[in-house]
């Protein structure tokens, strides 16, 4: 690659210094397409990429945990998987490896893996919120709740853990708009008025903690297709709540542009990158 780079910035040189005196004493001109070429070559060699998160985040603060469970329940859906902790911990050195293994293998668009440090005074009340009383104890969280937890460097377990909250976060990421209810209920029941549509979805709209728009997402969105569908012999439609996009993990994610741009809380601290 250093290679490349000189070879590039030898015939940029070239180019600029061997140019016929006609052609840049006589009359202004524009540089040749050849060097606009070989500079932005050589400007990409040169300048690094910007950095993408972490397999693995270093959680630092109380105040950074809530901020990366809010955001993720609201801004991409993804459960976050979380590694309490501590250097001193024999177990926790054992299991390290396969957790970021695991973080792998997942991806960084299905979930979100941290750790958090016991011996760390800025995150021990954790511990005491959570109920962490030996190491590693792993929490699995999703939709800003705790679902499941265990104790001991089970690497089994903790695969089997993982892989069922992602599922379940795979499963759950729909929303039913209120426009698709409307048209559902025009259809099937038009004795139902605007009034007792607002009741129904905001009873299921209700049923989601990290929930700003209001909507009727998830499970509860699921169960209520579930219910109307043995009701009427058909549900509403159910559609996507976060894209691909939003579930980005890079600098440079639809979740990131949304919390530059005043739509969502921002993430800082530890282990870098956008959340």
Request: hydrophobic letters at 35%.
């Amino acid at each position: 690659q250093k290679r490349l780079a000189l070879r590039l910035r030898r015939y940029c040189v070239l180019l600029l210094v061997e140019r016929p005196i006609e052609t840049t004493m006589l009359r202004p001109t524009h540089p040749p397409p050849l060097l606009l070429l070989l500079l932005a070559l050589l400007a990409a060699h040169l300048i690094p990429p910007a950095a993408a998160r972490p397999l693995v985040r270093h959680v630092r603060s109380t105040h950074e945990f809530d901020r990366l469970l809010r955001k993720h329940a609201a801004e991409t859906g993804l459960p976050v998987i979380v590694d309490f902790y501590s250097d001193g911990c024999g177990p926790c050195r054992m299991i390290a490896p396969a957790f970021k293994q695991l973080a792998k293998e997942i991806g960084q668009d299905r979930a979100v893996f941290t750790k958090v440090d016991m011996n760390d005074p800025k995150t021990y009340e954790l511990a005491q919120r959570y109920g962490v009383r030996s190491m590693p104890t792993f929490v699995f969280f999703y939709n800003g709740r705790k679902v499941n937890e265990f104790s001991g460097a089970g690497e089994q377990q903790l695969r089997q853990f993982t892989q069922e909250v992602v599922r379940r976060s795979d499963t759950e990421n729909v929303v039913l708009k209120r426009g698709t209810l409307d048209d559902y209920y025009q259809e099937k029941d038009a004795t139902k008025s605007a009034g007792d549509i607002d009741k129904v979805y905001a009873k299921c709209a209700g049923m989601t903690k990290e929930n700003p728009k209001q909507e009727c997402v998830g499970g509860a969105a699921t169960q209520l297709v579930r219910g109307l569908k043995k009701k009427y012999g058909q549900g509403p439609k159910l559609v996507p709540r976060f894209t691909d996009e939003d579930r980005i993990p890079s600098a440079g994610g639809a979740a990131d542009k949304k919390k530059e741009s005043g739509g969502g809380t921002k993430s800082g601290g530890g282990g870098g990158g956008g959340g």
